[in-house]
């Protein structure tokens, strides 16, 4: 049914149990999957009084985000390894991680996204908003969410 899962992770220990749950699942599906990172964007600084001045050049951060993905990617696929299920990685720098998630889906031919959720309810799901939740609301793809 499934041939090619997209599996955002951030390298927290609930996207760990994720990436474990999707590879299993796709395993049992005979799909392949695709792991995803998001790389947060060079934060602009903001300048003013009692402003913190960072010494981190927009270059080393990218280089810092690069291998920090690198090292998130490399960890999923280990799993996917280790069970024997074809996997590749991709990885985009992005402000928006949920529309990352879903060019990611597009880019990669992927039919299924495989997701966590943090569960987070009433008035903090609503003010922390969730990145499952708006590729839930904006993605066309099918999203299983895990938790």
């Known amino acids: 049914m499934f041939k090619n899962i997209l599996v955002p992770?951030?390298?927290?220990t609930l996207s760990d149990s994720t990436v474990a749950r999707a590879v299993s699942f796709a395993s049992e599906a005979g799909a392949r999957v695709t792991f995803f990172y998001a790389q947060p964007d060079f934060p602009m600084p903001i300048y003013g009084e009692g402003a913190l001045i960072d010494p981190t050049t927009p270059e080393q951060f990218s280089r810092a985000a690069a291998l920090e993905a690198e090292r998130i990617l490399a960890k999923a696929r280990a799993v996917a390894d280790a069970a024997g299920?074809?996997?590749s990685v991709d990885t985009q720098v992005s402000e928006v991680p949920y529309e990352a998630i879903i060019e990611a889906v597009e880019r990669n031919q992927c039919d299924l996204i495989f997701m966590a959720s943090?569960?987070?309810r009433g008035l903090s799901g609503l003010l922390l908003g969730s990145e499952t939740q708006k590729v839930l609301t904006h993605s066309k793809t099918p999203v299983l969410v895990y938790r």
Do not use: E
């Open 85 to 87: 299920v074809s996997s």
């Open 9 to 12: 992770t951030d390298g927290s």
């Open 118 to 120: 943090h569960g987070r």
